[in-house]
Each structure stands twice: as C-alpha cells, then as structure tokens.
C-alpha cells in the first residue's frame, strides 16, 4: 500500500489508523480502549517499547503514532526523529507526564505535531489526534509559549553524556559506550557544567532534568 493510500484523510467514512506505544500496560490499554470509543479511529497496534512501536510503524504505516516520551528501546522523541528522517507519513502525538518546556521544545524540533499532558481531559486528546491527523498541531497551551522562550543550552553529545553521569556512570564507563575517549567526556561533561552554571555533573544532571533538557 503506497503513502498516499495511507494519507487519505479526507477520504469520506475513512477512520484514522492510530499505532499507541506506552510502556506502562495500564496505561496503553486505558489509551487504546479510550480512542477506540470513537467512531472515527482505529487502534491498529500497540506497542510497549520503542523498537516495537517503530516496527508497528514501518509495517502499518498509520496515520498517527500516540506515543509517550521515556520507554525502553528507543523514546518517543526518537521515534519521531526516525518517523521524520524516513519521510513517513506518520504523524506524531505525544502524551506525557513531563510537562517540562525543554521536552516540548526538543519534541518540536524531531517533528512532533501534537504534544499533550496526561493529566488533561480526554475530549481534549480526541480533538487534538484529529486535528493532528488532519495535518495540523495541538500543543499544550500552558507549555507552548514557554518552549520558545526557555532555550536548551545543552548538545546532543553533551546531553547523552549527562545521562550516562547521572546513571552514575564513570568518565571511563561512559567513553566506552559512546565510543568516545575519557578526555572528551571529561570535556563535554565540564562544557555542560559550565553552561548549566553548576558545581558539578550531579548538580549539572539535577538541573538538566528539572528544565526538561535530559
């Protein structure tokens, strides 16, 4: 089946073909059982990690992936960056505790449509998968004027390396499995204190975390 058989979403009668990944079981059925009450959608797959939930994508194509962001294997940011970089027709909603302007910002940036809390009312994630379906974006209101305004100071290189100190991993440990030598990771980790204005990689983590830039 071709992309623009997948995309045909004014096609009258059509439902829209939704993949759901969460990695808490609960929650995933509670998700998929709610959008399925809805006459237009069908919950086509379900995944519990990140590497599922990409193969559910690349083989059924659907027309929205409902993701949340930390699952095991790959998150939701990742997925859409893949989703984005693959030019599927895929479309991205996200549905998250971290209502955190750093993640929406780095949602925004791997090409993510819709970006809502968990906490909000359900007709809200009703609307907001239709209108992302259609081709537009539904943003948390309280979160979208503070992604532009709060600027992620850290890398890519310097965010994977903070995650790994603050797993309490060793400059050594780390080097290891980025493929890096321990003075650059000393250097990227001594960069990203300095940015983040701390005393140290575990304060540097701490508030990496709180801003939502890990």
């Known amino acids: ?3 623009d058989e997948h ?5 009258p009668g059509r439902r829209i073909r939704v993949v759901v990944a969460e990695d808490q079981g609960m929650v995933l059925g509670a998700l998929a059982a709610l959008l399925e009450l809805e006459d237009d959608v069908a919950v086509v797959g379900r995944a519990t990690d990140g590497e599922r939930a990409w193969a559910l994508v690349t083989d059924l194509v659907p027309d929205v992936l409902v993701s949340d962001i930390e699952m095991p294997g790959a998150t939701g940011l990742d997925l859409a ?3 984005r970089d693959a ?4 479309r991205v909603l ?4 971290f209502g955190r302007p750093g993640y929406l910002r780095r949602a925004l940036d791997a090409g993510v449509c819709g970006y809502l809390l968990k906490d909000q009312p359900s007709e809200e994630l009703t609307a907001a998968l239709r209108r992302v379906a259609a081709g537009g974006r539904a943003i948390a209101p309280e979160l979208a004027e503070a992604a532009w305004t709060v600027a992620d100071p850290l890398s890519e290189r310097e965010r994977a390396v903070l995650r790994l100190a603050e ?3 060793s400059n050594k440990e780390i080097a290891e499995a980025l493929g890096l030598a321990p003075g650059t990771v000393r250097n990227y980790l001594s960069e990203a ?4 204005g701390a005393a140290n990689r575990v304060e540097a983590a701490r508030i990496a975390r709180a801003n939502g830039w890990l």
């Not at 030019?87 to 895929?90: E, V």
């Not at 204190?193 to 983040?196: M, N, R, S, T, W």
């Open 81 to 83: 960056a893949r989703i």
């Open 94 to 97: 996200i549905v998250t505790t």
């Open 7 to 11: 995309r045909r979403d004014e096609e």
């Open 167 to 169: 797993e309490g991993r």
């Open 87 to 90: 030019r599927l027709p895929t």
């Open 1 to 3: 089946m071709s992309a």
């Open 193 to 196: 204190v300095q940015k983040l």
